[in-house]
């Protein structure tokens, strides 16, 4: 089974991020995508998508932080490798300093 394809991130904030992918030619039952800090892969969440969606918002997410994306495809029994990226989020306190 062919994975999920062009996995990236996008609209990242201190909490929360939209992960988009192409999905495989082949028909896939849904997509299965797991996040979690790379500093604590035990607070890991796993999400079902099902096709023809090709998007997913996730939040809850804590500040200024690495997380792990990794997203496979599921036909029946079978699934494919997985395909992962990471990001990190914003840090929950932005101060801009404007010098005149």
Not at 66 to 85: F, K, L, Q
């Amino acid at each position: 089974t062919d994975g999920p394809g062009q996995v990236e991130v996008k609209d990242v904030t201190d909490s929360s991020a939209l992960i988009t992918w192409f999905l495989p030619v082949a028909p896939v039952d849904r997509i299965t995508l797991f996040y979690m800090p790379s500093s604590d892969p035990s607070d890991e969440t796993t999400v079902d998508v099902s096709p023809p969606d090709k998007q997913y918002n996730i939040d809850s997410l804590r500040p200024d932080t690495e997380y792990i994306v990794s997203m496979i495809s599921r036909r029946g029994e079978t699934t494919s490798d997985p395909a992962t990226t990471t990001f990190t989020t914003g840090g929950s306190l932005v101060i801009i300093a404007t010098t005149f």
